[in-house]
């Protein structure tokens, strides 16, 4: 029958006859649109579709629309356990080796009914041992490639992989590079499809923009799942991980066409490798010696990641097209090891994050001119070399604001310096740390940071002397900047520094003491940009009510030691239309009495009270906090009460810290029936 004569049939049934339309697995809105018409007299319609942008598009209500879930443990180990026995309704207890495989499997499987299925019954004609179905863990990426029993699970998956458009293709495989169950940071998985290429400017959307557009586009398209990470004001996903079995198909498509080589336990190195674009060395990946560079191609690499422990050799002269090269929490890294990142020219992306043992980078870092991202967060570098300031096309930069500890133990007498594996300059390195005040936070920015006029964002810096301070002036397309430093003295000068920045929308800013105020100068014609969505101030507040009601944009508010006295304080915070998330913190407020009026905070989802050490209650008035969802409390030791929690309509979690748990039945008597839909917990 032509499509023309089916169209024609299906519209006189449906005249005819009340039916139930299913139509499984649409692949474009094109295939919807074209059958659409002839669908008006259907009595009931389901679609199903792997993509989030087709349900939208077929659906006239969002709330016609239905996400399915992975098979929960318990379902997912009884659908195995019937596939494996064959339906049969006699039951046998699996032996606990067995279980634990079965375990393994399942979790590989990430609750696809298709995949569990299958796989189970393939295993119902093999011997029922914990060895064989160990032996099924062990090679499962095999044994999806050649077993024609479980080939089907790849060809359905591989239809997902095919469907993709030509730009997500190769930003998909990329996730080749990180480890199992590892659970990848979109700010990371951006800035290395940017450095790759992956992702740019293009016609006005920035290449941070469309690599967040991929990111939730493989979301949408259920190429990869959503992480825990979600951002309190938006609800949008941060991080994410691989299905494992999507794993496996990523991984051998990213082998079959030579993207990705990963050394690892039992890999074979061979002079046949052939190019290498992406090379990643495995946690588990423990040779020693230089034949490294002398058996693999390693002219061709652009990316290296390191997962284990640090090797001299693992940086080759030949590398000297690299482009992003990855140490996060890389063990054993050493400063004197990175003397060569300088030859490096073409590095983009360079990360230490986490690297415990550097303490300072070197002058050559200078040299690496294309240099987009510099992440030092969780590393002991306090202070950056003047040299950095070369670095004009740098668009992030990360350092750690939270305080450098100082240890008690002589640099000398060091366990690390004892054991050995330090040069001299290392060991000179690490006593300027011990000898530097450690009562300060964050990395000493040098002069001339002005310079860097691509930065976008500027995480950590401690900016020392009026100077450097007016340095940020230059610095017009910051989207986000943390700083440390800010006194009494240099106040006026920051504020009046960033007053113009107009792209400015994430700001940080912690004080050197208690006693210094950040906010001393505003309210006279002075104010923070008024475009700003994220503000966290670390210090004393002396003049809040004068300059946050200019905030209209504001979402989200951390204050910690701002020593807030006043009620009014407090209600000018009520005020903003915006206000999201806001985070009371350890000295934030000193007064003994908290009270949120009646139409405070109308947009407020999440609302923190942590180590409110003199307050004594909190009190809710009718129609304050409308849609507040989250309320937490933890290490306010002289909290007594919290009323007024019934005119919290929107309420669905309350977080308690130990200090806090004794208010858990007066609370859920104030939610009275309201209380089923509302989860307290202890934290």
Not at 78 to 100: G, R, S
Not at 269 to 274: E, N, P, R, V
Not at 573 to 602: D, E, I, T, W
Request: proline residues 3%; charged residues 25%.
């Amino acid at each position: 029958m032509k499509s023309q004569e089916l169209k024609m049939e299906l519209a006189r049934l449906l005249k005819t006859q009340k039916c139930l339309v299913v139509l499984d697995d649409i692949s474009s809105t094109s295939e919807w649109d074209l059958v659409q018409g002839y669908l008006d007299n259907a009595g009931r319609i389901i679609i199903t579709t792997r993509e989030k942008n087709i349900a939208e598009h077929c659906s006239r209500d969002d709330r016609n629309m239905y996400s399915l879930e992975g098979l929960k443990d318990n379902d997912a180990l009884d659908l195995f356990t019937k596939k494996v026995l064959k339906d049969n309704t006699e039951q046998i207890c699996f032996h606990p080796a067995m279980m634990e495989q079965a375990k393994i499997i399942l979790k590989k499987c990430g609750g696809l009914p298709l995949a569990i299925s299958t796989i189970g019954g393939f295993l119902a004609t093999k011997p029922k041992t914990a060895v064989e179905w160990r032996m099924m863990n062990d090679r499962i990426s095999a044994e999806l490639e050649i077993n024609p029993e479980l080939r089907t699970i790849k060809t359905v998956l591989m239809r997902s992989y095919d469907g993709l458009p030509y730009y997500l293709k190769s930003a998909f495989l990329y996730l080749s590079i990180f480890q199992e169950d590892q659970v990848i940071m979109l700010n990371r998985l951006v800035r290395r499809w940017i450095a790759e290429g992956y992702s740019r400017d293009i016609h006005g959307i920035t290449a941070e923009q469309l690599g967040r557009r991929y990111f939730e586009e493989l979301l949408d398209r259920s190429m990869i799942l959503p992480g825990e990470d979600v951002n309190d004001y938006n609800g949008k996903i941060n991080s994410c991980q691989l299905h494992d079995i999507i794993r496996e198909i990523c991984i051998s498509k990213a082998r079959e066409e030579n993207l990705v080589f990963k050394l690892e336990d039992g890999c074979c190195l061979s002079s046949t490798q052939g190019p290498i674009r992406h090379l990643v060395i495995g946690s588990n990946w423990k040779r020693d010696g230089d034949a490294l560079p002398g058996v693999l191609d390693l002219y061709h690499v652009r990316s290296m990641t390191v997962f284990g422990d640090w090797r001299p050799f693992f940086i080759s002269e030949n590398m000297r097209f690299l482009r992003v090269l990855d140490l996060e929490d890389t063990l054993g890294l050493r400063d004197h090891h990175l003397d060569c990142v300088g030859k490096l020219h073409h590095l983009k992306y360079l990360s230490l994050r986490g690297c415990l043992n550097i303490y300072r980078l070197p002058n050559s870092v200078g040299n690496l001119r294309h240099l987009q991202t510099l992440d030092v967060r969780g590393t002991h570098i306090f202070e950056l070399p003047r040299t950095i300031t070369n670095l004009g096309m740098l668009q992030n930069l990360r350092i750690d604001s939270c305080c450098l500890w100082m240890t008690t133990v002589p640099v000398l007498l060091r366990p690390q310096v004892v054991a050995g594996g330090l040069n001299r300059r290392d060991v000179l390195n690490l006593f300027r740390y011990e000898l530097y005040d450690n009562k300060l936070r964050g990395a000493k920015v040098p002069r001339g940071i002005g310079q860097l006029k691509a930065l976008h964002k500027l995480d950590g810096a401690r900016v020392e002397g009026n100077a450097t301070v007016k340095e940020l002036r230059e610095l017009t397309e910051l989207r986000k900047l943390g700083v440390v430093g800010i006194s009494s003295k240099n106040n006026m000068e920051f504020w009046s520094a960033i007053a113009g920045h107009y792209h400015l929308r994430s700001l940080s800013m912690r004080g050197n003491s208690l006693v210094d105020e950040l906010d001393g100068c505003l309210g006279e014609g002075l104010s923070p940009p008024s475009w700003l969505e994220s503000l966290k101030l670390y210090g004393k507040l002396v003049r809040v009510k004068d300059w946050i009601p200019q905030l209209q944009n504001l979402c989200k508010l951390v204050l910690d030691c701002s020593c807030l006295e006043q009620h009014d304080a407090i209600q000018a915070l009520g005020v903003l239309p915006n206000l999201a998330v806001l985070r009371l913190k350890k000295y934030s407020f000193v007064g003994k009495q908290l009270h949120f009026q009646n139409s405070a905070c109308p947009s407020l989802v999440v609302l923190e009270l942590l180590s409110l050490s003199n307050l004594e209650s909190v009190l809710f008035e009718e129609d304050a906090m409308p849609r507040l969802e989250l309320l937490q409390v933890s290490t306010c030791r002289s909290l007594k009460k919290i009323s007024g929690l019934s005119v919290l309509t929107s309420l669905k979690e309350i977080r308690l810290g130990y200090l806090a748990q004794f208010m858990k039945p007066e609370m859920l008597s104030q939610l009275g029936e309201r209380q089923k839909h509302v989860v307290v917990k202890n934290v």
